[in-house]
């Protein structure tokens, strides 16, 4: 059974920093482009970055340009966000996803019809 399974979040002040995870099993996803996603109350669920397989090609939605930071360990089959200069709008619950298919171009999976796996979801609060 495929799962991708976050960690990391939590309460933090603005200002702040945080590190979320994604842990994937079942299938490796060494050749699968991976993004984050968000939905905060009330809105709906949005694109925030996107990694290729191989690492060398990151996206990222303008909101988070130069304050986020995503990364990947092939590995360890496991990716990663690194949130700082955290704001109170960046308040959300964070989802992690992979593509449907492998090897294929990485700013397709800021399309909610091309991820074919999701993770649970890490809620990640700042505070003002």
Excluded: H
Aim: proline content about 2%; glycine content about 10%; charged content about 20%.
């Amino acid at each position: 059974q495929v799962q991708l399974v976050e960690s990391g979040g939590g309460l933090v002040q603005a200002g702040g920093s945080l590190r979320l995870s994604c842990a994937a099993s079942g299938r490796t996803f060494s050749t699968y482009a991976m993004g984050w996603f968000r939905q905060a109350p009330g809105k709906e669920r949005e694109f925030v970055a996107a990694i290729s397989w191989s690492a060398c090609i990151t996206y990222y939605t303008d909101s988070v340009k130069g304050r986020f930071t995503i990364s990947r360990d092939n590995g360890q089959n496991t990716v990663y966000l690194q949130m700082n200069s955290l704001k109170p709008e960046d308040t959300a619950v964070y989802y992690c996803a992979a593509d449907k298919f492998p090897r294929q171009r990485t700013k397709r999976i800021s399309n909610f019809e091309n991820i074919g796996y999701w993770g649970q979801g890490t809620q990640v609060t700042v505070s003002s």
